[in-house]
C-alpha cells in the first residue's frame, strides 16, 4: 500500500497560524479560563481537540479576531450550564 499525500486546500486555514492552549488564550485576552471555556461553549471561539490529547486547542487567528472585534467582553457567565 503507498502512503497518498494530501494535497493542500485552496482557503487559507484557520490554524495557518497556530495553536494556543485555554491558558494562553485566556491570558491573551486578559480573561479567565471559564471565561475561554464558555466562549467556546456558546460558539465564539472556535477549538479543535488533538488526537491524544485531552485538552482543546485555539486557533491563533481566531484569537486575534475575537480580540479585535472585543467579544471576549460580551461573554454571558452561565454559558456553560
Do not use: H, W
Not at 461553549?41 to 491563533?60: E, H
Amino acid at each position: 500500500m503507498s502512503a497518498t499525500a494530501i494535497a493542500p486546500r485552496s482557503q487559507p486555514s484557520i490554524v495557518a497560524d497556530g495553536l494556543v492552549t485555554v491558558d494562553e488564550a485566556a491570558d491573551f485576552l486578559r480573561i479567565s479560563r471559564s471565561s475561554v471555556y464558555n466562549m467556546m461553549a456558546v460558539g465564539l471561539l472556535p477549538s479543535v481537540r488533538i488526537p491524544g490529547v485531552k485538552s482543546r486547542r485555539i486557533p491563533l487567528a481566531a484569537l486575534r479576531s475575537v480580540a479585535a472585534e472585543g467579544l471576549a467582553c460580551s461573554v454571558p457567565q452561565s454559558a456553560a450550564s
